[in-house]
Structure formats: structure tokens, C-alpha cells
């Protein structure tokens, strides 16, 4: 049986929704200590002023997503999302197609359209006006903003003592964000890609946490760094999602310049790589060395491709992106340290 034919294996080491912990058992915490029970949608987080954290909901119920409450209140979790940009949106997306354990989610109203788009989405998103308030309304706090905004936005806030808090902030160690929060927190840091939202998304955490798991695991693969230079290489890696479209691009342009229609050449190109990638992830850890050899037959067009390939730079120019990439992603975390 070739890999391309191979079922996916129940035993590999990361997987969709998860990862294993550094003791190797799978932890499954619980944040919950006081969760309320079902509220009205107009009810407010945590008791804040309607003012400052209030539902701005306007569509129709048959156009909202609405999630069922769970039965198991513990499993249930708050989050707050200081920062609502693009990844924002994408997380919290998953977060309520894959109905997560999630009672309530509260956004910052910065990026208005953004915040009042996913309020309209769910009945549990709630935008806030004040950091102060998701911070306090929060069980797993995560940092959604800009490395150059990070210290003046979190200067003044006060956290709870072993609050847990997810960072997407880029290049900015947990050690130096802990120092300008000034608590002692469960910090861990997170890099979702965009695809979270159609729950397709890989997201590396370091250091590892079951509660980052529980967040991350529904909307797609978790994978836990064991070093620092570990996770800062899948931020490295996360940086080809351009070059992918990229190639795709200079394919397409030439599938056109030999009498193929736009749409047709991109069309074509969407369905080999997407059936490609689906050849990868069902292969059972079969080295992609092994699956470049069995998609080449030898003296075909495939091999020649790729020695072609190699031969030209291709190889090269690729290493050397990332060798680039990598060096900016370290001396930018050498700078904020």
C-alpha cells in the first residue's frame, strides 16, 4: 500500500486537538471556578457597566451563530482577547463554529467593524471598552496586539495572580512580557494562522499548556515547542504562507501564457496541491523525502521537475528565506529582551 493510500494513524505524536504534555499524559485542566449558569444574551460579563462591556448585536437569530451550552459546567471557560485584528477574528470564528467550551468571549472594541462583526456572530461575544475589564472578566487572557503597542497597553493593567495568558505578540518573550505586567501569570505564547477560522489551522505553543490546547485544539492541529528556538522556527515557517500563494501565482501566470483560461489554471492548481496536502496528512509520518520519490517516477516528469528545480537555485533561494526570516524573528526578540 503506497502512503498516498494509507489511513491516518490514531498513535502519532501531534495530531488535530492534540498534544501531548511534557510528562506525556494528556492533561485536561479545568479553568472554571464560578461559572454562571445561562443568561439572557443582553446580561453583562462578570457584573461590568453596560456602558463598557455590552453586546452590540443586531442581526437576525436565523443569521447568528448560536453554540448549545454544554452540560459539563466545569469544562466551560471565559476568554478575553485584548487586541481584535484579523487573528482575532479568525480564532474567535472557530472558536464558535466548532462550538468550543467557551461561555463567554470578550473583545476589545478597537477595530470596531471587527468587534461589532463577531458580537453580531454570537450571543457570547461581548465587546469591552476597557482592557481593565477583559482582564477581570477573563479566565485565559490572550494578547492580540502589535510587539511595538505591547508595553504601553499592558503597563497598566492589573492580573490576578496565576492568571493564565496566551501571547501572539511576535518576537516578545513571556519572561519580558511577565516583567511589564509585573504578576506572577501562567504565560504561554501561541501562533495560529489564519485557516483557525475554517478549523484547517496548525498553532505552535511554547511553553506547552493544556489550557492552550483546550483553546487551539478544536480549530486544528496543537503543537507543542520544547525550546524557545523551536517555537521561534515555526514562526519562521508560519512566514511561507505567502510564498505558497506565491508559486501558485507564477504557475498559474504560466498555465495562461500556455492557453489556459484564469480561473481554469487556478481551479487546476487548487485541486493538485489541495489533494497533495490531503496525500501528506494522511500518510502516517511518511518523511516527505519518501513521498517526493513516490510522486516521481523515475525518468518522468515529476523527477524532472524537481532536479530542475534544484538545479536552478530553487533549494538555495528557499534556505536562504528562511535563514533571513529566522535571523529578523531572533534579533527581534534579542532587542524587546
Known amino acids: 500500500m503506497s502512503a498516498s493510500q494509507k489511513a491516518p494513524s490514531r498513535q502519532r505524536t501531534f495530531y488535530p486537538g492534540r498534544v501531548p504534555s511534557p510528562d506525556g499524559v494528556r ?29 452590540v448585536s443586531t442581526l437576525s437569530a436565523r443569521s447568528r451563530i448560536v453554540s448549545p451550552y454544554l452540560k459539563h ?8 482577547f485584548i487586541g481584535t485584528g484579523a487573528i482575532t477574528e479568525a480564532i474567535v470564528t472557530g472558536l464558535l463554529r466548532a462550538q468550543a467550551d467557551v461561555t463567554e468571549i470578550l473583545v476589545s472594541e ?19 471598552s476597557d482592557n481593565q475589564d477583559i482582564v477581570e472578566g477573563s479566565e485565559l487572557v490572550v494578547l492580540a496586539i502589535r510587539p511595538q503597542d505591547a508595553h504601553a497597553a499592558l503597563s497598566p493593567l492589573r492580573f490576578s495572580e496565576g492568571q493564565h495568558v496566551c501571547s501572539l505578540i511576535a518576537t516578545v518573550e513571556a519572561e519580558t512580557l511577565a516583567d511589564w505586567i509585573g504578576t506572577p501569570l501562567d504565560i504561554f505564547r501561541a501562533i495560529p494562522l489564519p485557516s483557525v477560522a475554517a478549523l484547517s489551522g496548525v498553532t505552535a505553543l511554547f511553553p506547552y499548556d493544556p489550557v492552550g490546547e483546550k483553546v487551539f485544539g478544536p480549530l486544528g492541529t496543537v503543537i507543542g515547542a520544547k525550546t524557545l528556538d523551536e517555537f521561534d522556527a515555526y514562526a519562521t515557517a ?76 530553487g533549494a538555495a533561494a528557499l534556505t536562504t528565506a528562511l535563514d533571513a526570516v529566522a535571523d529578523r524573528v531572533r534579533k527581534a526578540r534579542q532587542c524587546r529582551s
Open 27 to 55: 492533561s485536561r485542566r479545568s479553568l472554571s471556578s464560578d461559572q454562571p449558569g445561562r443568561r439572557d444574551h443582553r446580561s453583562l460579563a462578570r457584573g461590568l457597566p453596560a456602558e463598557r462591556c455590552g453586546s
Open 73 to 80: 459546567e466545569e469544562d466551560r471557560m471565559k476568554l478575553g
Open 110 to 128: 478597537r477595530s470596531s467593524v471587527i468587534s461589532a462583526r463577531l458580537a453580531d456572530a454570537s450571543d457570547r461575544v461581548r465587546i469591552c
Open 238 to 313: 508560519s512566514s511561507l504562507m505567502g510564498t505558497y500563494f506565491g508559486i501558485l501565482e507564477l504557475a498559474a501566470e504560466w498555465l495562461r501564457e500556455n492557453g489556459a483560461e484564469r480561473d481554469a489554471a487556478q481551479n487546476y492548481l487548487n485541486a493538485v496541491f489541495l489533494g497533495l496536502t490531503k496525500t501528506g496528512s494522511e500518510a502516517d509520518g511518511t518523511p516527505f523525502e519518501t513521498l517526493r520519490e513516490e510522486h516521481s517516477t523515475p525518468g518522468g516528469l515529476n523527477e524532472q521537475m524537481f532536479a530542475t528545480f534544484i538545479s536552478s537555485g
